[in-house]
């Protein structure tokens, strides 16, 4: 099993920026395919980035290209999503996920086998 923790989340204004955290623990040799997703009251859960294993491809929503940027540290088994220029339509819950094993569907919420609890991001116009 897979234990994911998200944290960094919080109250900002529009234009400012947040580094959200994701630290991975227990069987975390088997992961592969990490990404962040987001929810807002009413909506379904969306895709925001995710990136492989080797750190070196990277994949984002459209709604975020450019001034979100995913991360990971292998070493230390966490994931990060440095979120810049925030805007109030990003205001949502971000949850971090997780898969055992690749899958080249890298934005399907179904291929993902862990996910956190999830943290809140509230953006103020």
């Known amino acids: 099993q897979v234990q994911l923790v998200e944290s960094g989340g919080g109250l900002v204004q529009a234009g400012g920026s947040l580094r959200l955290s994701c630290a991975a623990s227990?069987?975390?040799?088997?992961?592969?395919?990490m990404g962040w997703f987001r929810r807002t009251p009413g909506k379904e859960r969306e895709f925001v980035a995710a990136i492989r294993r080797s750190g070196g491809n990277t994949f984002y929503a459209d709604s975020v290209k450019g001034r979100f940027t995913i991360s990971r540290d292998n070493a230390k088994n966490t994931v990060y999503l440095q979120m810049n220029s925030l805007k109030p339509e990003d205001t949502a819950a971000y949850y971090c996920?997780?898969?055992?094993?690749?899958?080249?569907?890298?934005?399907?919420?179904?291929?993902?086998?862990?996910w956190g609890q999830g943290t809140q991001v509230t953006v103020s116009s």
């Open positions: 227990g069987r975390t040799f088997s992961l592969s395919n």
């Open positions: 996920a997780a898969r055992a094993g690749y899958s080249s569907s890298i934005s399907v919420q179904g291929n993902y086998d862990y």
